[in-house]
């Protein structure tokens, strides 16, 4: 107001109705002017939001502070103010009538109502409560207000009871939008995707505490506006509007949820959107009877037009942390300023733009941060960067050391935000390009780091089989437990694959009708092996360990189909009971090979082939163990070899607390004769490490039966690789080696997306066929299939394990393995060991180089979480040219998890063609549809929407740079 009173600014009072977040920076300014302000508290406004202040405000301070009690009229708040202001006079040693109240203007939602009753009342600037709007800051009451003046607005339905809004509910298409009558910003609004989660929040909303005190007596049902979100700010003097700045947020979709909002960026006035968006909230002001004062309406540009999610009659919120951005926009002013203008000095109020200038005097924006990890905080070296970066202006992180972040669905799952300006538009863009790799990196935060599982890709991993000690599945998953759940796809479209490449009848012996084979503990890849013995004319006999469960005898891969087998028996107690039951079940046939169908069944394998004499591993001295893997690394120090530090108890001992205490972390932890990753952790200090050795003989193994030993290892750096091997009399032909493809995702540093080939001609290849045929004739493996796991370290190969048996996976890797090698597979290979001399003898020692065809194994990886919907993901991969076959435990009803390791991996797929081009645009499309969040299709949820202009920032940091 212009001073028409002679008076000096520091006898004229203003009130400021509910000041916090941006209003207390509006009193801040007209503070800095001279002015004083008294503080009025509504009635039900809580205690703590008293206290939420901007940090550039901590220095604010009153000449008075009044609370509304409950029990008075607007004649008593009166009667209150006038007190209060003789109170605040008599303070200073001023006569009673010193302070002549100026203005009266809201500092927050919650006072929108009162600061226009109590203006009209004290007879300053006023939008007034006459007739209709006495109730403008009703949600419902602006719609209709804004339909009335003939503008486009929301279809909606209000009401006490549920009744009042039920025919809305059931005629209007989902999802709808609730929310209080009077909510403060977003307070309590919520998208609902049906009838029942609109009816249960109704009822909620009814019951529940309004943010700001107080309860809600009406809720409002709104239809949901489709389109780009837009926030106006404007301010108003004797129905002038002055537009301070036009903003669109910037949302995608990420982590499954299909809005979360990646920022918030100046609009050119100039613009088409703005063009329309301008006119339109201005016609909305009027039709409101907005004549003075800050306001901010959010817009959404619809198909048919700009139409009014709600117009909050206050300043812009935020803390008001965008303030220094929007002087910068603008060269000089914000609406924080413009306000104190309207309210206290009207010709500059004239001065100032009808519109901020074209183009905008500065390249800027609001940054809001996105989590694609979670964790406890350890420390936050992403936020350090942000500050040095050149456009920094200022950085309020939502998170601090210690607490726990989530991924990013929503804003009130965002970390922080930040705000970027600079004269240069390449800069910008270069450092909001850094916070964006940042996030992608996951490189914003370190976390506290708890043990983790080092499953390695498996039938019983990704995504279908069993979890690591402790860790409950949400997963629908198939397991090698639960055969029932689990989808699996063969393409039935490529008839080349059956071309040479399957099943063989070939007799390897005079008479092989009159032989038998036994296999211990046939499953996985065992199967395969078993039917490639069958298909040869050969009966199998089955021996199932002891121990090994019922449920893992059903572990049969798809291309097996139906188990025959010739007799079943089951492994004695003493070795020579168990070789008289193989003798009594072959009767009258020639037991000629004894093989290892699993892992379980190495050690019966190594024991029955040597008492039963055929080809045999033995089992004497140190190689009855072979299977363990401290033996193993062990045998290769003996022999050598780089192998592993490495200390095993069958008990908590002093050689293990000793290595605990003086290995670098992480270490780790496993049980000596683990099936695969069954019990492997990967520990980062001791108490994890000692707790998790603890836990082993504690839980039962995978396979049946309580480990008795556990193995603490180093952790070996480098890239991870597979060496599938047969062998013949100490004659080892390489069948495969392979990679795997292992990057960081969802927050963790190594999640599988892969295993690919290696062409055997490579430097690295070389390296790891010799080293590992060194490690199978230190192990003395001379017979059979096995695979080797070994890192290639910079000190070069090491072993992390071997596994005296095929392949896993099911065998799934069979038909791309005889496409890379152009006719054969490790299964094929060996039964030519143990059976077909010949055939082993003509194998090549390595694959050819290079390979026949082209293809990998892809690992999926979800992005995103929720309950399964559909999977039109998978329908995609099925129709890929390269496409092979499909694993998966995710299927409708199924609940998907972040992939952060195997086990919340959601598949397998083999892709392969002869033809590298289609086999990469075919990966390629099945990443897209993982970071698009296409593989699933999720039931909606209700979920609580939040405009980022309400959201509180704390922590503010400020550029050196910039005040505010």
């Not at 733009?353 to 005097?361: A, H, I, Q, T």
């Not at 309020?396 to 726990?404: F, K, N, T």
């Not at 922080?416 to 300006?421: E, I």
Request: glycine share 8%.
């Amino acid at each position: 107001m212009t001073n028409q009173l002679n008076l000096n600014p520091s006898q004229q009072l203003v009130l400021i109705i509910d000041p916090y977040s941006t209003g207390c920076m509006v009193a801040q300014e007209i503070t800095k002017r001279g002015y004083p302000t008294m503080a009025i508290w509504t009635k039900g406004f809580s205690d703590e939001m008293k206290t939420h202040v901007p940090i550039s405000c901590r220095d604010l301070t009153y000449v008075d502070e009044l609370q509304d009690e409950l029990q008075w009229s607007l004649d008593d708040l009166v009667l209150a103010v006038d007190q209060a202001k003789v109170r605040a006079a008599r303070k200073i040693g001023k006569p009673d009538d010193y302070y002549t109240i100026v203005g009266c203007i809201a500092g927050g939602e919650a006072g929108v109502d009162v600061a226009d009753s109590l203006s009209e009342q004290l007879g300053v600037l006023s939008n007034g409560t006459k007739g209709d709007f006495a109730n403008r800051r009703d949600k419902r009451v602006q719609q209709e207000l804004v339909r009335d003046a003939g503008l486009r607005a929301v279809r909606q339905a209000c009401g006490e009871t549920f009744e009042d809004v039920e025919e809305f509910l059931r005629s209007e298409q989902f999802p709808v939008v609730l929310k209080p009558t009077d909510s403060a910003g977003s307070d309590g609004v919520k998208l609902c995707h049906s009838f029942e989660q609109a009816k249960e929040h109704f009822h909620h909303l009814l019951t529940v505490e309004a943010v700001n005190g107080g309860y809600n007596t009406q809720v409002l049902c709104q239809e949901f506006l489709q389109g780009k979100e837009y926030v106006v700010d404007h301010v108003s003097r004797n129905g002038v509007h002055k537009t301070m700045m036009v903003w669109v947020y910037d949302k995608r979709p990420r982590n499954g949820s299909q809005f979360v909002y990646f920022g918030m960026l100046p609009i050119d006035p100039t613009s088409d959107e703005a063009k329309v968006l301008i006119p339109y909230t201005r016609a909305v002001l009027d039709a409101l009877g907005m004549k003075h004062g800050p306001s901010h309406g959010e817009i959404i540009i619809t198909n048919d037009g700009p139409c009014l999610v709600e117009m909050n009659c206050r300043a812009h919120g935020g803390d008001g942390n965008w303030t220094p951005l929007a002087r910068a926009l603008t060269g000089s002013y914000c609406q924080v300023d413009v306000t104190a203008d309207a309210y206290l000095d009207e010709k500059q109020f004239l001065k100032v733009p009808d519109v901020p200038p074209s183009p905008l005097k500065a390249h800027g924006l609001e940054v809001n941060l996105v989590s694609y990890s979670n964790g406890k905080v350890k420390s936050m070296p992403g936020f350090d960067i942000i500050k040095k970066l050149p456009s920094f202006v200022w950085l309020s992180p939502a998170a601090s050391i210690g607490s726990e972040v989530k991924y990013t669905i929503d804003l009130i799952t965002s970390p922080g935000c930040c705000v970027l300006s600079h004269c240069d538009e390449a800069v910008l863009k270069k450092d909001l390009d850094f916070i964006r790799y940042l996030e992608e990196i996951n490189g914003l935060f370190l976390y506290e780091t708890k043990g983790e599982s080092l499953a390695r890709p498996n039938v019983n991993t990704f995504g279908l089989g069993s979890l690591p000690s402790g860790k409950k599945s949400h997963h629908k998953r198939a397991s090698t437990l639960d055969r029932p759940g689990l989808l699996r796809i063969m393409s039935q479209d490529r008839p080349e694959l059956g071309m040479g490449l399957g099943l063989r009848k070939r007799m390897t012996t005079v008479d092989a009708s009159r032989e038998v084979v036994v296999v211990t503990d046939p499953y996985s890849t065992g199967c395969l092996i078993f039917k490639e013995v069958q298909s040869r004319g050969y009966k199998v006999i089955v021996l199932w360990t002891m121990g090994f469960s019922e449920d893992m005898k059903k572990h049969v891969p798809l291309s097996c189909g139906k188990m025959n087998y010739f007799a079943e028996v089951d492994e004695a107690e003493d070795v020579g009971e168990t070789t008289r039951r193989l003798y009594k079940a072959a009767g009258t046939f020639r037991i000629v090979a004894c093989i290892a169908g699993g892992e379980a069944g190495v050690d019966a394998a190594d024991v029955l082939s040597e008492r039963l004499l055929v080809r045999t591993n033995g089992a004497q001295g140190v190689f009855a163990n072979r299977r363990d893997k401290k033996v193993q690394q062990e045998l290769l120090k003996t022999a050598g070899m780089r192998s592993v530090r490495q200390a095993a108890g069958k008990e908590w001992n002093d050689a293990v607390e000793n290595f605990l205490k003086n290995e670098t972390y992480p270490v780790v932890v496993k049980p000596t004769d683990s099936a695969g990753s069954d019990g492997v952790k990967l520990c980062h200090n001791f108490d994890e490490a000692k707790e998790h050795f603890h836990a082993l003989f504690e839980i039962e193994a995978i396979n049946g039966g309580f480990n008795t030993e556990v193995l603490c290892q180093e952790f070996l750096r480098g890239k991870e690789y597979v060496v599938d091997t047969v062998s013949r009399d100490g004659e080892h032909k390489t069948c495969a080696v392979w990679v795997y493809d292992k990057r960081p995702a969802n927050g963790a540093a190594f999640v599988y997306f892969g295993m690919l080939p290696i062409d055997t001609s490579s430097q690295e290849a070389k390296l790891l066929i010799n080293y590992c045929n060194n490690a199978l004739d230190a192990l003395e493996m001379k017979n059979g299939p096995s695979h080797a796991e070994i890192i290639l370290t910079a000190s070069g190969p090491c072993l992390v394990e071997m596994n005296c048996r095929a392949q896993g996976g099911d065998g799934n890797w069979q038909q791309l393995a005889q496409a890379l090698t152009g006719g054969y597979s490790q299964v094929e290979a060996s039964v030519d060991a143990y059976l077909d001399k010949k055939a082993f003898s003509v194998l090549p020692n390595i694959p050819p180089s290079p390979a026949k065809a082209f293809g990998q194994e892809v690992i999926l990886v979800s992005y995103a979480e929720g309950k399964v919907a559909a999977t039109p993901g998978y329908e995609v991969i099925k129709k890929l040219e390269s496409f092979v076959y499909l694993e998966t435990g995710v299927g409708t009803g199924s609940h998907v998890e972040h992939t952060v390791d195997l086990v919340t991996s959601v598949g397998s797929v083999i892709l392969l063609h002869h033809d590298e081009d289609v086999v990469q645009n075919d990966i390629a499309t099945i990443r897209w549809l993982e970071k698009n969040n296409e593989l699933f299709d999720f039931e909606k949820s209700s979920y609580m929407m939040k405009a980022v202009s309400t959201l509180n920032f704390q922590n503010l940091s400020l550029s050196d740079a910039m005040t505010m």
